[in-house]
C-alpha cells in the first residue's frame, strides 16, 4: 500500500517514509514519533555520561581504600575515559546510518555493562593493580562514546527549526549524568543498599583517625539494572529510519568541509570545556584547598553545565547560534579569568568561595555553548546544501535536504568526538601544570588564549556583518 504524508510506512520499526520537513506531516504523525525516540534517548545518554565520569568520583577516595596512587595517576585515570571515549566518537559518527538508532542504542547501551559491573568487582579488592584501573577507565569511554550517535540519531528525527531544542534537551539531560554520578555517589557508598548481592564493605580512616564503613562498589553497581532496563527498552520501542541509512562512505564527505574542522574548534571549546572540567574538577579543589571536601561541591559544576543546555538550544533558535556563541566565548574568557585571580597563589590569596562561583560561572557558560554550537551545526549544512542546490528544481532541493541532514548528522558526532578530548586534556593539564610549577596556573592561562582563538573563529566565519556563514 503506498504510504501518504499523514500515513508514514513502517516495517517493524524501522520507518520507511520520514518527512519531518512536512508540516502536515510532522503535526500529524512526525512529532509524536520524533518525541518518543527522545525520551527514551534522553535517559540512555544520561546512563552513557554517568559510566562515562565513574572516575572523577571514584579517583578522588581511592587511596582510603588502601591503594597508593600518585596525584598524577588520579589524574590520569579521572582523564583516560575522555581519552577512549573521543576516539570511540569518532567511529561512533558513522554509525547510526549503517545500523539503524534503535538497533545502535540499545547495543551501545547495554555494553555499559561491562566497566561498571568491572569496577564494582576491582574496587573491593586491594591488591587490583593500576594498570587493571587504568583499564577500567579506558572502558568506561564506551560511555563517552554514546553521545555522537545519540546525538546523530536525534538530528534526524526533528525538522530544521526543532534541532536545536531537540538536540540541547538531549545533550543537557543527559549531560546531567556528569552531575548526578558526583553527587549520588557518595550517598549510596554509605549504605548496603545490594546485601550480600554488592559484596563487604570497606572501611576508610579518616585524617582525624576515624574510621567509617564504605561500600565503594555501590557507586559503579548502582548503575547496572537502569542500564539493562533502559536498553531493553531502546530495543523495543525506538525506530529506525529507512531514508537516515548510508554508508561510512557517504558520510566521509564531511572531511572535505571546511566548517566541519571550524565547529569542531568551536565545539572543542564549550564541550570538551564542560567535560574537562567535569572530569577534573573534584581532583582540583583537592589539590588547591586541601580543607575542603570537594565531593560536597563538585557536581554542582555540571549540574548547573546539563540544566542550562537546552536554554542555549532555545535562545540560539531566537536569536542565533553565532551570536550566543560569540559572546558566550567572551565571558568564558572572563571566567578562567576569576578562578586565576582566586586561587592560593592568585591575587586574592586563595579564596575557595571565588574560585568555586567563578568555576560556577564557568559551568554555565559551557552548558549555554554546548547549545549554541550544536545548534549552528545543523544549519550551517542544511543552508549550505541548499545553496547548491538553488534553481535546480524540486528534486534537487529534496536532495539538499536528505544531504544536508545527513552531513549535518555526521558532523554532529564527529565533532563530539573531537571536542571529548578536552575531557582528557584539561585534567591531564591540571597535572602536568602542578608537576612542573606547583600550581594549574599555566594550564588556565593556555585555557584564555584558545577561548580568543574560538572568539575571532565565530566573528569571522558566523557572526560579523556579511560573513560567510551568518546562522
Avoid at 504510504?3 to 520499526?13: E, I, L
Avoid at 549520588?184 to 557508598?189: A, C, E, G, T
Wanted: net charge positive.
Amino acid at each position: 500500500m503506498a504510504s501518504t504524508p499523514n500515513t508514514p510506512a513502517t516495517h517493524g520499526r524501522v520507518l520507511t517514509v520520514w518527512t519531518p520537513e512536512d508540516k502536515d506531516f510532522w503535526r500529524t504523525q512526525g512529532q509524536a514519533i520524533a518525541a518518543t525516540n527522545l525520551w527514551i534517548s534522553v535517559p540512555a545518554l544520561f546512563l552513557a555520561f554517568a559510566v562515562w565520569q565513574l572516575w572523577s568520583v571514584a579517583a578522588v577516595n581511592l587511596n582510603l581504600l588502601g591503594f597508593r596512587f600518585s596525584t598524577n595517576q588520579l589524574f590520569w585515570l579521572a582523564a583516560a575515559p575522555a581519552l577512549s571515549g573521543a576516539t570511540l566518537r569518532i567511529f561512533y559518527s558513522f554509525i547510526v546510518p549503517v545500523f539503524g538508532g534503535r538497533r545502535w542504542t540499545a547495543i551501545s547501551t547495554a555494553s555499559l555493562l561491562i566497566p561498571a559491573i568491572g569496577i564494582g568487582i576491582a574496587i573491593q579488592d586491594p591488591t587490583t593493580t593500576y594498570p587493571t584501573f587504568l583499564a577500567l577507565a579506558l572502558l568506561c569511554g564506551l560511555g563517552g562514546g554514546n553521545f555522537s550517535s545519540s546525538m546523530a540519531n536525534i538530528n534526524f528525527f526533528f525538522p530544521k527549526e526543532r534541532k536545536g531544542s531537540a538536540l540541547g534537551v538531549n545533550a543537557g539531560l543527559g549531560n546531567l549524568g556528569v552531575s548526578v554520578v558526583q553527587f549520588l555517589s557518595p550517598m549510596v557508598i554509605a549504605l548496603g543498599i545490594f546485601g550480600v548481592f554488592g559484596g563487604d564493605p570497606q572501611t576508610i580512616v579518616s585524617k582525624s583517625g576515624q574510621a567509617t564503613q564504605v561500600w565503594a562498589q555501590n557507586a559503579a553497581f548502582i548503575w547496572v539494572p537502569w542500564i539493562a532496563l533502559v536498553s531493553i527498552i531502546a530495543w523495543f520501542f525506538m525506530n529506525d529510519i529507512a531514508d537516515a541509512q548510508s554508508s561510512f562512505s557517504d558520510q566521509a564527505v564531511i572531511f572535505k568541509r571546511k566548517h566541519n574542522w571550524l565547529m569542531c574548534l568551536l565545539y572543542l571549546g564549550t564541550f570538551g570545556s564542560f567535560i574537562g572540567y567535569a572530569a577534573g574538577f573534584p581532583l582540583l579543589i583537592k589539590s588547591q584547598f586541601p580543607g575542603i571536601n570537594p565531593l560536597q561541591y563538585a557536581w554542582l559544576g555540571p549540574l548547573v553545565g546539563a540544566v542550562i543546555r537546552p536554554f542555549g538550544g532555545w535562545l540560539s533558535d531566537k536569536l542565533g547560534g553565532a551570536t550566543v556563541t560569540l559572546w558566550n566565548f567572551v565571558v568564558m574568557a572572563l571566567a578562567v579569568g576569576g578562578v586565576l585571580y582566586f586561587l592560593p597563589s592568585g591575587p586574592s590569596g586563595g579564596s575557595f568561595a571565588g574560585f568555586f562561583i567563578s568555576f560556577l560561572l564557568l559551568f554555565l557558560t559551557t552548558g549555554i555553548g554546548n547549545g549554541s554550537t550544536f545548534r549552528m551545526i545543523p544549519v550551517i549544512f542544511m543552508t549550505e546544501r541548499q545553496r547548491d542546490a538553488a534553481g535546480k528544481g524540486q528534486e534537487a532541493q529534496e536532495k539538499a535536504i536528505k544531504d544536508g541532514n545527513r552531513e549535518a548528522a555526521a558532523v554532529l558526532g564527529f565533532s563530539a568526538a573531537i571536542a571529548a578530548y578536552g575531557g582528557f586534556f584539561i585534567p591531564k593539564s591540571y597535572g602536568t601544570s602542578i608537576a612542573m610549577t606547583g600550581g594549574p596556573e599555566g594550564a588556565l592561562y593556555v585555557f584564555i588564549a584558545f577561548y580568543l582563538i574560538c572568539i575571532v573563529t565565530t566573528w569571522w566565519y558566523y557572526a560579523r556583518k556579511n560573513a560567510e556563514m551568518p546562522c
